[in-house]
């Protein structure tokens, strides 16, 4: 079943008095339980498609769908809760809140999605264990390596149980082995859960070792 797709999207940024055209009648989608890697060199579009699979964004034309449902007609408020509880995104900088430890960083989203008090803390304990890290929940984002800030991020955008999971560049600023690590735990959630993984990266054979497919993009446009 598809969960999330795009269908003729289209994206256009006026640069002063430039168009610019990052997407060009894009048609892609995703299953559920599946794991789809997205692979091109800079500025082929890769970004800008996540971010509108995750509503941070909006196409230009063009449909985005999730469930068989546009995204076009839904409210503010309708699209805050779709990314709040549909879509969990990761990126490359992990942009966790430096001040706070690691359980308290997914803490937070729990309680953005309403969860309360003792639910709350068991549930963030539960996930920070679930993604290795039950021995540096009390750690500050200082304190972690980059694999185990990712962790905390994965956990964080997990917090709500999204069905979809959109990784920007996740691996980015992690050595060969920790990205390896991590692309594991995704894959085993991708097993487990049947969570939806798109993930995209530059790394060509990483994501052929993970992706159940993998698509290309070149110049705003799928050409694989």
């Known amino acids: 079943m598809q969960i999330i797709e795009t269908r003729d999207v289209t994206r256009v940024y006026q ?5 610019v055209v990052a997407l060009s009648c894009v048609t892609m989608s995703a299953h559920e339980g599946e794991f789809v890697g997205i692979q091109g060199t800079s500025g082929s579009g890769k970004s800008t498609l996540l971010n509108l699979l995750g509503g941070l964004d909006r196409p230009t034309s063009g449909d985005v769908l999730f469930d068989s449902e546009p995204l ?3 409210t503010k408020k309708q699209m805050a809760r ?3 509880f549909s879509v969990g995104m990761i990126f490359q900088n992990f942009n966790l809140i430096p001040t706070m430890t690691a359980v308290e960083n997914v803490r937070l989203a729990l309680a953005f999605g309403g969860v309360r008090g003792t639910e709350r803390r068991k549930r963030a304990s539960e996930l920070l264990e679930r993604v290795g890290l039950s021995d540096r929940i009390e750690h500050r984002p200082s304190e972690l390596s980059g694999g185990e800030q990712q962790r905390v991020a994965i956990a964080r955008a997990l917090a709500n149980r999204p069905r979809v999971l959109l990784a920007d560049e996740p691996t980015g600023n992690l050595d060969s082995t920790r990205a390896r690590e991590l692309l594991a735990l995704l894959r085993e959630m991708v097993k487990s859960d049947r969570l939806t993984v798109l993930l995209v990266t530059h790394d060509r054979e990483l994501a052929a ?3 159940d497919r993998i698509i290309t993009m070149k110049d705003g446009r799928i050409v694989d």
């Open 15 to 19: 640069m002063g008095a430039n168009e």
């Open 72 to 74: 076009g007609p839904r």
């Open 82 to 84: 779709y990314r709040r």
């Open 209 to 211: 070792s993970f992706a």
